[in-house]
Structure formats: structure tokens, C-alpha cells
């Protein structure tokens, strides 16, 4: 048995037992807050609900000088959304550990660099578009010490290629509407709320919003998991083919299910897939209907990081099934296993090519944008991020989770579109084939946490909603909004 403490969801320390509590951590940064959970986990590895959370700040370091400051900061090479930064070093009695690159206006970090020694170069990668930016650089010592400001420097990214118009709001009352499927005719789409497993149908011009039914069988874990994925196939028509597919938590562990949908209520009840662990965190949750008709679904690792690389687990998997739940055809190992060593995909999209995209939150340092292909190994726990291990598979985009923690991802017009939970934003990547050309986001702050997204059929715009409501964003039941975002002609 042993006790494992998370901070914001990642795994900080396994305590074995004995020695159990009280335990000492150590390693951790000065001047820092950290957000505490604990949980239990026996000998066959079940994991117990989470402890209560608790919320602490280091003490700052005891030594009192600081580094100097950085000399002579520039910029080059700047674009829709990176520039280039340099600056000369810092000197420390201790040591330079890091350095923060920071918005003058407001002192908030915008990235940094951390090393022994660290580089005296960066590249910033998560700017907006046409915007104009002002900037310095500090330096940190071991002890947390932080140093007086490099120089201001300002430049204005390039202009923006293509912009989402408005947003309108479309509907609002909402309790964490986590995912949303459309009707094969996009005349209404089907819309969950994760923690209350109502599935609710509304009107593709917002209106009409009824509740027709919750899935049986549902729990939430306190963390993410709940009534996570909804996927209307294009089969359907309210009559002769009726059955619609939910992705949840149940007491078993998480399972996908199929109900029957006549276009007013849902009935009947079947698990197709189970034997997938579930966690108070990481338990990926979204299913999605292909353009080769095979029902996909996104695994978390369930706060066990090596059931990813274990090909007879179902978890930290993209899989690939029938509407009965085989295997479908075609999977590169004969099983439902699609694609492995992902640590927690959120959401999975297909671009015009068909070619399948997910979205991913890491652990500690990098969110992971997937190219996904059959039978290919994304890393986890061996990497997050890039990496140069012999077999694993590069994400082809990386944020770090402060500006990102992904949610849904979709495809418009040539861009995927990701929603962020932490990072309170809508980012925007172009793509060119199998590769990322750029990456901008919008509305920062402007809607709170964002969660699900969805292309609107047969139009060039996409439903959003918020995830306000939900056990993190700490605003009163039906605060949720969705909204339509349209990108012109």
C-alpha cells in the first residue's frame, strides 16, 4: 500500500506505507503555491476517492542577494505568434537557475528558461496575433530569488491570418456542458453535462433546448471524470436506426455505453466496452464517430502512468471500435487498441484529409497536440513532450499547461480549433498537411475556462462552451454558457 500526493493533478510523491503519514516532501520550489491532494492505493492498485485539497506557499529562500539583472534584451525574428528573445547573463552568489520573461504591464510570466546554467534564449511561442507586447527578463537564483528587470523591449506580432468572428451567445444555463454531438443533419445537437449525466437537445439555432434523459450508471470522481463523451453516428435517423453513444464513469470503472434516441428521449441502456480504470484524475473521456464510420475513444492512464505502455490495458489508449464494441478492423495489434502512451487525450478531431488529431494534457511541464496514427507510441511516461527515445512518437505542437490545458478540439477551415480549461483560452493552430504552420489563440479571460467545441455542419463556424461550473471554476450551477464563433467566407 502507499499514499500518493498530487499537486494540481500531478503525481508529486508515492509514499510507501510504512512509513505512511506524517511525511516530509522536500524538493520543492521557494516562494511557491501548491494545491495538495492526497490519495490511497492498496496492493492490487486501486486507487481511493481524493482527501479534501489544501493549498500552501513556500517560504522564500534565505538567501538575500539577488542575481543581477539580465543585460542587453532584443528581439528578432518575430511572427503571428513567436518571437525570438536573447539577453546577456545574470551572476549569482548561489547560482542562475531560471530566467522569467515577463509582461512589463503586469509582471505576469510569459515563459521561461530554466538549466545549469540556463540558456540566455528564447523562443516564445504562445503570443497573439497582431498585438503589441512589452518585455523583460529576470533572473532566479536556487533559493527563489528573483533579480531587478533586463531592459523593456516592444514589438507587435505580425497580423492575424484568419479571425473568428464575434462569438453570439447560443444558450446559457448550463452546469459544465463538457462535450456536444450533432444530429447527422444538423438540425440540433445533443449537449452533456458532465457531473449532473443529463443529456440535453437543442436547436442548431440555440433554441428548443429540452432535457431528454441522463445515462444510468453514472458517477463523477471528484476530479474529471463523470459523463465525459457523446457521439451521434451519421447512421442515424430517430427511427430505423436509433442508438446514440456516451462515454462515463461508473462504478465498475469508465466504459463506453449505447442508448436508443428517437429525436425526443432516450431509452435502454448497453455497455459495449468496459475493463477501463478509472481515477479522480486522468480519464480521458471523448468519443468520437470517424470518416471511416469506426466509433474512436481517448483513454486516460488513470494516475497509473505505466498502464499507457501496456498494450493489455485499455487505458492511455486511443481506441478504435465497432458500434458493438470489437475491435474494428484493420487495428494494428488485432485488439481495440488504435494508438498508445498517451497520458490523458481530451480531445480528437479529423482534418479534411482525414487525417486524426488529438489533444492532450501532460503532467507537469508540456500539453502535447498528437498527429495520432495506427500503432504508433506518443511517449508516456518515457516522455512528455519531445523527446528523442528510439520508438516514440513526437507531438507536433507543445504548450506548456498554464496557457493551455487542453479540452475539445476541432477542425475549421484549414485550423484546428482547442479549447483551455487553466489556460482560459481558444488557441488556433493552421495547418499544412501533417504539419503545424502556426498557432494564435483569442479571447484569453474574455469566457473563463473553455471546454467543449464542435464544427457547426455545413457551416464555417463552431459551438464553444464554458466550464465554469464545474469542481474548478467555482461559479453557482447553470453559470455555463455555449456560444458560435463564425469564420466568414
Not at 342 to 347: K, L, S
Request: glycine share 12%; hydrophobic share 35%; charged share 15%.
Amino acid at each position: 500500500m502507499a499514499y500518493e500526493i498530487y499537486s494540481n493533478g500531478a503525481l508529486i510523491v508515492a509514499v510507501p506505507n510504512p512509513p505512511g503519514p506524517p511525511f516530509r516532501l522536500t524538493g520543492l520550489t521557494p516562494n511557491t503555491q501548491y494545491h495538495f491532494v492526497v490519495l490511497a492505493r492498496d496492493a492490487p492498485g486501486n486507487v481511493s476517492a481524493g482527501s479534501p485539497s489544501t493549498t500552501c506557499t513556500t517560504l522564500p529562500g534565505d538567501d538575500p542577494e539577488p542575481p543581477t539583472a539580465p543585460t542587453n534584451l532584443i528581439v528578432s525574428n518575430v511572427g503571428q505568434t513567436t518571437a525570438d528573445l536573447s539577453w546577456g547573463p545574470s551572476t549569482d552568489n548561489v547560482g542562475v537557475v531560471g530566467y522569467l520573461i515577463r509582461n512589463d504591464d503586469d509582471d505576469a510570466t510569459i515563459d521561461q528558461v530554466t538549466g545549469n546554467p540556463p540558456l540566455t534564449s528564447k523562443r516564445v511561442t504562445n503570443l497573439v496575433c497582431e498585438t503589441t507586447y512589452r518585455m523583460h527578463v529576470v533572473a532566479k537564483d536556487a533559493a527563489g530569488t528573483i533579480s531587478p528587470k533586463s531592459n523593456v523591449i516592444t514589438f507587435t506580432t505580425v497580423p492575424c491570418a484568419i479571425r473568428p468572428g464575434g462569438p453570439f451567445l447560443v444558450s446559457t444555463g448550463w452546469t459544465a456542458p463538457w462535450d456536444l454531438s450533432w444530429l447527422p443533419d444538423g438540425s440540433a445537437a445533443l449537449v452533456i453535462e458532465r457531473d449532473t449525466f443529463q443529456v440535453h437537445k437543442i436547436n442548431g439555432n440555440g433554441t428548443g433546448k429540452t432535457l431528454v434523459g441522463t445515462v444510468p450508471n453514472s458517477m463523477t470522481t471528484e476530479g474529471d471524470g463523470g459523463l465525459t463523451g457523446v457521439a451521434v453516428p451519421t447512421t442515424w435517423n430517430g427511427s430505423t436506426d436509433q442508438e446514440v453513444y456516451f462515454m462515463h464513469t461508473s462504478i465498475d470503472g469508465n466504459l463506453i455505453a449505447k442508448m436508443n434516441f428517437d429525436g425526443s428521449s432516450l431509452s435502454g441502456y448497453t455497455a459495449i466496452v468496459t475493463g477501463i480504470r478509472k481515477a479522480r484524475f486522468n480519464n480521458g473521456g471523448v468519443i468520437r464517430f470517424g470518416p471511416d464510420g469506426y466509433l474512436y475513444a481517448a483513454t486516460g492512464d488513470a494516475q497509473q502512468s505505466s498502464l499507457a505502455q501496456d498494450l493489455g490495458s485499455l487505458n492511455g489508449k486511443v481506441l478504435r471500435v465497432t458500434k458493438t464494441g470489437q475491435a474494428a478492423p484493420g487495428n494494428p495489434f488485432g485488439t481495440r487498441i488504435y494508438s498508445y502512451g498517451h497520458r490523458d487525450p481530451q480531445g480528437i478531431t479529423w482534418d479534411a484529409a482525414g487525417r486524426l488529431w488529438a489533444s492532450e494534457q501532460g503532467a507537469i511541464n508540456w500539453d502535447e497536440l498528437n498527429l495520432v496514427q495506427p500503432g504508433r507510441n506518443y511517449g508516456w511516461p518515457v516522455c512528455e513532450g519531445i523527446c528523442t527515445v528510439q520508438g516514440m512518437t513526437n507531438p507536433k505542437w507543445v504548450w506548456s499547461p498554464s496557457t493551455a490545458s487542453p479540452g475539445a478540439i476541432t477542425f475549421v477551415n484549414g485550423a484546428l480549433f482547442m479549447t483551455a480549461t487553466l489556460g482560459q483560452r481558444m488557441w488556433r493552430i493552421v495547418l499544412h498537411g501533417e504539419e503545424v504552420t502556426s498557432v494564435d489563440f483569442f479571447w484569453h479571460g474574455t469566457f473563463g475556462r473553455l471546454r467543449a467545441v464542435e464544427k457547426v455542419p455545413g457551416a464555417n463556424a463552431f459551438w464553444f462552451g464554458t466550464s465554469n461550473a464545474d469542481n474548478v471554476g467555482g461559479q453557482p450551477p447553470g453559470s455555463d454558457k455555449i456560444y458560435q464563433a463564425d469564420l466568414g467566407p
